[in-house]
């Protein structure tokens, strides 16, 4: 393993040998390396990887300290190599500036070698451990984003998974929360992009779009005879089907650990809330206007627009631009303002999504 170096400049001989005779004890703890001018100290720098601490004199010929410190300013090296300026005390204001570049200390010639070296070894000693706590904390930061992957990774199988259990026993194609999930995720973004009031940000429009395909995990509790009834459902039967939005609710309570977070209030929100309407006709709260929580929104027009697009056992699908004009015109149920002009905005990203995934 390569030692640790210590740098010193200065353009005295003497002096260079003052301050490396300190170290003649440490020999075995520290290569010393030398340089007469900046210059010199740069081309060190640049040559060498393992210098813990540099002692630079300011006045130098051809470079002077003050030039290697703006080199290492422009390079970035000041945060991890500690600098200590040697300076004669008839230099005026040069403490100020070599503070303000963030030197370590300031040491006036004449110096007393014994107390120079203290003040190598504390500075040595502090940067060193700074940098061991930034590579800790590094190292914790890296162990947390993968078991974060993890962990989403994991809820993402999850939540796949009962997407499907909840498509496989309904009237819908398997690839209806596919396209809900893209919808969403394009309606969101443009939320985000043109109504700024919202604070949508992009890691919102992702959480947004992935708790979208939990929003019919409650036809779980629907029976068939319901669920896949041919024709139109009577209206005792249509007023079970609307509880699918609270016994959604009911198993998020149940098995959903993280409560506090925001993505189980997405997924609650939207399951809940994805066929409550602008007017307050929706259900099954009947909430009315910014009540309605604004990722619900978002799903209730996706939801809408794939409904009508795509065929089922007890209706045929309408075409992309009928569906589109009927939401716009409000044969659908009314929504917000905002929504259907991100609606309109994303008309032609919502016409690609079928052609790429299909019905």
């Known amino acids: 393993m390569n030692k640790q170096q210590i740098l010193i400049v200065d353009d005295e001989e003497i002096n260079r040998a003052i301050l490396m005779e300190m170290f003649d004890d440490e020999r075995d703890s520290y290569e010393l390396i030398e340089a007469e001018n900046g210059q010199e100290a740069v081309h060190q720098i640049e040559s060498n990887q393992n210098i813990v601490l540099i002692l630079l004199d300011v006045i130098m010929p051809i470079m002077d300290g003050f030039k290697v410190l703006e080199y290492m300013q422009e390079k970035d090296l000041l945060k991890g190599i500690p600098v200590i300026l040697i300076t004669g005390e008839s230099i005026k204001d040069s403490e100020g500036r070599a503070y303000a570049f963030g030197v370590a200390d300031v040491i006036h010639k004449p110096f007393y070698p014994y107390i120079v070296k203290r003040r190598c070894s504390n500075i040595i000693e502090l940067y060193q451990n700074k940098r061991n706590m930034e590579i800790r904390l590094k190292e914790q930061e890296e162990a947390i984003r993968a078991q974060e992957k993890e962990i989403r990774e994991t809820n993402e199988f999850m939540i796949d998974a009962l997407s499907s259990v909840v498509e496989s026993r309904s009237a819908e194609t398997g690839d209806h929360t596919k396209r809900i999930k893209y919808y969403t995720r394009i309606m969101a ?66 098995f959903y650990r993280d409560r506090a977070g925001e993505f189980y209030r997405y997924c609650y929100d939207i399951c809940r809330h994805h066929h409550e309407r602008w007017d307050g006709r929706g259900y099954p709260d009947h909430l009315v206007g910014d009540d309605i929580p604004i990722s619900a929104q978002i799903v209730a027009v996706a939801d809408v627009y794939d409904a009508l697009v795509s065929p089922r056992v007890y209706k045929s699908s309408f075409t992309k631009t009928k569906a589109y004009e009927m939401i716009v015109n409000g044969e659908c149920g009314q929504f917000s303002p905002d929504i259907l002009e991100c609606f309109r905005l994303a008309k032609e990203d919502f016409f690609n999504i079928m052609e790429v995934i299909g019905v």
């Open 189 to 254: 973004k443009c939320l985000m992009d043109h109504f700024p009031r919202y604070g949508l940000s992009y890691v919102q429009v992702d959480a947004i779009s992935r708790a979208s395909v939990l929003h019919d995990v409650g036809k779980i509790g629907i029976s068939d005879a319901i669920l896949l009834k041919p024709g139109r459902l009577t209206n005792e039967e249509f007023e079970i089907m609307k509880t699918h939005t609270t016994i959604g609710c009911d198993l998020l309570e149940k």
